[in-house]
């Protein structure tokens, strides 16, 4: 297994940047793949989370209305679209692969996943 992520950088406040995961050593439209940050001196949280098909998609509230996951099987590359970003978005940015939905206090979300990439790096500064 091997994930590749891409597009971190340098943002402004209120900028957008869109996130890439190159996907291989696995049968890629199998598999729930989900974005998972960790901002300096923070544990790791769940950003988002999509289903095999793209059919269902689920956010962590602090990310919501403000970011949008996709993938593209045909291509193997999961996406995350980021807007309107803020400085607590400043973070290193995981792409993971698989997962368990979980329901707990009215929303969803992903755990338990099972293969990492290297991270890519967001900063969102003046």
């Known amino acids: 297994v091997q994930l590749v992520e891409s597009g971190g950088g340098l943002v402004q406040p209120g900028g957008s940047l869109r996130l890439s995961c190159a996907a291989s050593g696995f049968s890629f439209d199998d598999y729930t793949m989900n974005w998972v940050r960790q901002a300096p001196g923070k544990l790791q949280e769940w950003v988002s989370g999509i289903s095999w098909n793209g059919g269902s998609s689920y956010y962590a509230e602090s990310v919501e209305g403000r970011v949008a996951i996709s993938r593209d099987n045909a291509k193997n590359t999961l996406y995350l679209q980021m807007n309107d970003l803020k400085s607590e978005d400043t973070a290193v940015y995981f792409c993971?692969?698989?997962?368990?939905?979980?329901?707990?206090?009215?929303?969803?979300?992903?755990?338990?996943?099972?293969?990492w990439g290297q991270g890519t790096h967001v900063t969102v500064s003046s």
């Open positions: 993971a692969k698989g997962g368990d939905l979980r329901y707990d206090d009215g929303r969803y979300y992903y755990t338990n996943f099972d293969s």
